[in-house]
């Protein structure tokens, strides 16, 4: 079964360090990747996505994931956290069947 | 994603009472998909429906759980006898249904249910 593995349930930077929050996923096809954010009590938000074509996707708020096949990897970046950032990131691998496959996801805090 | 609109977004039951919660698609959109969050984990893939068909219900708990997507009207996710193991948030997304669909895929603000 296809999962998705984000390392790190917490993750604490200091506002206008870089942001790196881990993610691994495990399809042996092409996948289509996606990373949202959910801030409290509310829905999520999709960031960025890759489907198809240039491995590195920019997405809003700054941020950004790389797309790296020979380490099933699409970690998500940001070179300056900005407490606006602090929330839940969630990475999702979309299955054959069309469904996401979602992570455990990561909580952002971003320290004065 | 403000387009996919689910409501109650907060639902308190006592155990053994129904639960209903519903997903209004964005316009334009036939395909919808229910997710569950439980607390401090991700989301799980529930139920994926078009219109008046159940396409993948591989997510769904075999019992006191069920779904559908009407010619008319919202999506309705229905437990029965609620117990205390089904509180948690659940997510509508809905996608036009067109190439790669969750690319185009928005997810509602989720209904939060509180079982006492």
């Known amino acids: 079964a296809q999962s998705v593995t984000q390392l790190g349930s917490h993750v604490s930077v200091s506002e206008g360090a870089l942001v790196l929050l881990r993610c691994n996923y495990s399809?042996?096809?092409?996948?289509?990747l996606f990373w949202y954010v959910q801030y409290p009590n509310q829905g999520l938000q999709l960031l960025l996505k890759?489907?198809?074509?240039?491995?590195l996707v920019k997405g809003i708020n700054g941020f950004e994931a790389e797309f790296k096949k020979s380490e099933t990897s699409f970690h998500l970046t940001k070179p300056s956290a900005h407490m606006s950032d602090a929330a839940e990131y969630f990475c999702?691998?979309?299955?054959?069947?069309?469904?996401?496959?979602f992570g455990s996801g990561t909580r952002l805090l971003v320290r004065p | 994603n403000a387009g996919v609109m689910q409501n109650p977004r907060h639902l308190v039951r006592r155990r053994g009472q129904e639960a209903r919660l519903r997903c209004s698609p964005m316009?334009?959109?036939?395909?919808v998909y229910w997710y569950r969050q439980l607390p401090e984990e991700g989301l799980k893939f529930m139920v994926y429906?078009?219109?008046?068909?159940?396409?993948?219900e591989s997510g769904m708990p075999k019992e006191r759980f069920s779904a559908e997507f009407p010619k008319e009207g919202p999506s309705i996710l229905r437990i029965q006898q609620v117990v205390r193991g089904d509180s948690a948030a659940y997510f509508c997304?809905?996608?036009?249904?067109?190439?790669?669909?969750?690319?185009?895929?928005?997810f509602g603000q989720g209904t939060r249910l509180t079982v006492v």
């Open positions: 890759y489907t198809t074509g240039a491995t």
């Open positions: 999702a691998e979309e299955d054959s069947s069309y469904k996401l496959i």
């Open positions: 399809s042996s096809v092409p996948p289509y």
């Open positions: 316009k334009g959109h036939s395909h």
């Open positions: 997304a809905s996608s036009p249904g067109t190439g790669a669909m969750n690319t185009e895929a928005f």
């Open positions: 429906l078009q219109k008046e068909n159940i396409i993948d």
